[in-house]
Structure formats: structure tokens, C-alpha cells
Nanobody, 117 residues
Framework: QVQFVESGGGLVQSGGSLRLSCVAS????????MSWYRQAPGKERELVAA???????NYTDSVKDRFTISRDNAKSAVYLQMNSLKPEDTAVYYC???????????WGQGTQVTVSS
């Protein structure tokens, strides 16, 4: 059974930090590009950060220099370290795994991040 399970969300004050985790099971994790998306109320889901199987990363402009994505293939895990959080970062954060060559695309259930001003 394939599962991608996020954790680490919560309520934090503006300027604070959170670390999200996503652990995968039932897949060969190293064959997946991993990403974090977020969806705020009334808005479309947007890509926040991505990491290839070999660790290359990219970020949406609004989180550059504040968020860091990392992965541990041995633990089948991807992380999102979020620093200097702003109220506009408030959203449900989802991890996504996309297979490098097969048409497998998996989503986690989401974890709520709320940043108070």
C-alpha cells in the first residue's frame, strides 16, 4: 500500500519556524522527485519547493531564502524547513511524489500551517 504521510504543521507566530516531514511507504523512494505544494483558502494549489532524486532543488520566488527542502532517501523522507514565516504562508501543505519515468503521482493528506500576525 502506497502512503505519503505529512506531519509537522501547526500554529506559529509571524517570524517563527516549522519543519514539515513527509514519509513515504510502499514505493522505491529514490525513484521519485519530491515536492511540497500548498493551498490557501480560495486559492489554487501552488508548488512551493521541489527536490529531484539526486537532490537538485528549486523554489517558488516567495519562499526563496526562507524555506529549505531536503530529502533522506534512506528514510524515504522529505522535509521542508520553513523559517521567517509570514501570515501569507498560511495554507494546507501537501507532499507530492512523482515517479521519474512511470506515470505514478502520489499525494499526502496535507498538514495545516497557520501563521498568526
Amino acid at each position: 500500500q502506497v502512503q505519503f504521510v505529512e506531519s509537522g504543521g501547526g500554529l506559529v507566530q509571524s517570524g517563527g519556524s516549522l519543519r514539515l516531514s513527509c514519509v513515504a511507504s510502499g514505493v522505491t523512494f529514490s525513484n521519485y522527485a519530491m515536492s511540497w505544494y500548498r493551498q490557501a483558502p480560495g486559492k489554487e494549489r501552488e508548488l512551493v519547493a521541489a527536490a529531484t532524486s539526486t537532490g537538485d532543488t528549486n523554489y517558488t520566488d516567495s519562499v526563496k531564502d526562507r524555506f529549505t527542502i531536503s530529502r533522506d532517501n534512506a528514510k524515504s523522507a522529505v522535509y521542508l524547513q520553513m523559517n521567517s514565516l509570514k501570515p501569507e504562508d498560511t495554507a494546507v501543505y501537501y507532499c507530492n511524489g512523482k515517479h521519474n519515468w512511470a506515470r505514478f503521482n502520489h499525494w499526502g493528506q496535507g498538514t495545516q500551517v497557520t501563521v498568526s500576525s
